[in-house]
């Protein structure tokens, strides 16, 4: 079969699983749920705390998935504190952390634990997210390379038998978010890979996608990668979107007074070389702006 062809065909596969995800039903059943209760798994993009500190600027405030629920009148707190947020930064879609010391379940895992615990019900929202820690392992590991992305796609089909596992399980209305790309990170540019990292991201992201592809009457994707290029490329509501405002090793050190000094941090996009700030985070789940997650919720259901 020719290659180009492939290609091509795979393209719209996934563009029209990505049409289907985020948008099947929209006209006919918005406004159909009132969420009564938001369930979390996933990586740092959506750690509301579970060892006691967030992978963003530590200030209390909300993250995205936070965010969102409040819109709700819900809140969404941590599993290790009793509530329904399993997320955990440095978590791997289904491969062990072996690297990061703090031993972060996998998302698999983190659905284990979740699946044995609850029974869901018609108006649960459940977020999936991850990926980041799968994309920054794999380039630590074998560079840029065809080996990388392999192991990258293979990670994004993963997420989605996750998300399967879900839908099989009972979850009437999952929510997944993709990984945001990458490669506008500090971590990528200053590697001067964000190129390849973007190509890494969108390969993630893809295969993703074409994974759950058959999955649309239960589950809407949102796209972060979208979202953040646009804040990005356009500066919204942000003065700085190439450099991190903490002055720690990583963000999870990182609260109100250890940033840079002088500056305003809800204007910075970055928190740290690969991790958002609070005020980033939450406009993801602002319909003030296109492609928030809350506008394609409300939307959707």
């Known amino acids: 079969m020719n290659s180009a ?19 099947c039903g929209s006209g006919s059943v918005a406004g159909a749920i009132t969420p009564a209760r938001f369930i979390s798994v996933g990586d740092g993009f ?10 963003t600027v530590n200030d209390g405030t909300n993250n995205w998935t936070q965010e969102l629920a409040s819109h709700y009148g819900l809140t969404l707190t941590a599993a290790s ?14 491969t062990v952390d072996t690297t990061s010391g703090t031993n972060a379940p996998s998302v698999k895992d983190q659905i ?20 980041i820690a799968d994309i920054v392992n794999a380039v630590s590991t074998t560079g840029i390379s065809s080996d990388t992305t392999a192991t990258v796609s293979a990670a994004g089909t993963a997420l989605g038998a996750q998300v399967r ?41 893809d295969a993703l996608l074409v994974s ?5 009457a239960n ?7 979208l979202f953040f290029n646009l804040v990005y490329n356009k500066k919204i509501k942000m003065d700085n979107v190439n450099d991190p405002v903490c002055t720690t090793p990583d963000a999870t ?31 993801f789940s602002t319909d003030t702006f296109d492609q928030n997650a809350y506008t394609k919720l409300k939307q959707r259901w």
């Open 5 to 23: 062809w492939t290609r091509r065909a795979a393209l719209a596969a996934i563009c029209s699983s990505a049409a289907l995800l985020a948008a």
């Open 46 to 55: 959506a750690d509301v705390g579970q060892n006691g500190y967030r992978f």
């Open 81 to 94: 504190s009793g509530g329904w947020s399993y997320a955990q930064g440095d978590a791997r879609v289904d």
């Open 112 to 131: 284990d634990t979740l699946l044995a615990r609850v029974t869901f019900a018609d108006d649960d929202i459940v977020l999936v997210g991850g990926g």
């Open 165 to 205: 596992r879900l839908v099989t399980a009972g979850a009437q209305h999952v929510v997944i978010a993709g990984v945001y790309n990458l490669g506008i990170s500090p971590w990528a540019r200053n590697m001067g890979q964000g190129s390849a990292v973007e190509s890494l991201t969108t390969a993630f992201n």
């Open 212 to 216: 759950i592809v058959d999955l649309g």
């Open 219 to 225: 589950v809407l994707y949102v796209d972060p990668a």
């Open 253 to 283: 050190t990182c609260n109100t007074g250890t940033l840079l000094a002088g500056v305003d941090y809800t204007k910075y996009l970055f928190a740290d070389q690969l991790y958002l700030t609070p005020a980033a985070q939450r406009l």
